[in-house]
């Protein structure tokens, strides 16, 4: 069975600065995705970055990227420049691939809060 | 695009009533999810359809809970009875067919049971 582990429960960000979360996973499949969630107080949850198993690239959107390990299956997600809103808790999630009907499995989450 | 929407926002019960959570999946998306979330247990799926059908309920954690999706723009969740365990916030999600996207959640609804 998959498993998508973050072993972080809470981080702290000064503003401005770069915070990495952690993200480990454990799959037998080759085709699958990864994404990263957030969570704010408000409760939506909301696609933040995602990424496909057979791309080396690693993904980016704006201030957020992430450093994918295929070999060690691990999916960190940085945040740069970080902002009073990122604050939040970001799930991690895995997919398996090969089409629509596969389920999001996710991480136990991280806490991030960014000091002012 | 409305996006997922879910309804009620908040429901408030009382122990022994039934609750239904509804849930309206954004137009062309082809799958549904129900998840559930909890401090203790984080995210769980209770259960998801795939073109209306129920594809995988193992998640649902007992009889008292049911889901159905009479028709791809429409799916209820009902409990019945309710029980104070039963105190979660529960999200829709749905999905299209370009795989390699996320799934796309509603607002949740937060149940608690008195």
């Known amino acids: 069975a998959q498993t998508v582990t973050q072993s972080q429960p809470e981080m702290s960000v000064q503003e401005a600065e770069t915070v990495t979360l952690s993200c480990t996973y454990d799959?037998?499949?080759?085709?699958?995705?990864l994404f990263w969630y957030k969570q704010p107080p408000s409760r939506q949850m909301i696609l933040v970055i995602r990424?496909?198993?057979?791309?080396?690239q690693n993904a980016t959107e704006n201030r957020f990227s992430v450093n994918f390990q295929k070999a060690a299956k691990s999916f960190s997600l940085k945040i740069s420049d970080s902002q009073l809103g990122d604050a939040a808790m970001y799930f991690c999630?895995?997919?398996?691939?090969?089409?629509?009907?596969?389920?999001?499995?996710f991480g136990t989450g991280t806490l991030l809060a960014v000091q002012p | 695009d409305a996006g997922v929407i879910q309804s009620p926002r908040h429901e408030v019960t009382e122990m022994g009533q039934e609750v239904t959570l509804r849930c309206k999946p954004i137009s062309g998306h082809n799958s549904l999810f129900w998840y559930r979330q909890t401090m203790m247990r984080g995210l769980e799926l209770l259960i998801y359809?795939?073109?209306?059908?129920?594809?995988?309920d193992s998640g649902m954690p007992e009889d008292r809970f049911s889901a159905k999706m009479p028709n791809a723009s429409f799916s209820t969740l009902k409990i019945q009875p309710s029980e104070p365990r039963d105190s979660a916030v529960y999200f829709c999600?749905?999905?299209?067919?370009?795989?390699?996207?996320?799934?796309?959640f509603g607002s949740g609804t937060r149940l608690t049971v008195v």
């Open positions: 999630a895995y997919r398996r691939g090969g089409g629509a009907t596969n389920k999001l499995i």
């Open positions: 359809f795939n073109n209306n059908v129920p594809i995988d």
């Open positions: 999600a749905s999905h299209g067919t370009a795989s390699n996207y996320g799934y796309t």
């Open positions: 799959t037998s499949e080759s085709d699958y995705y």
């Open positions: 990424q496909e198993a057979y791309k080396q």
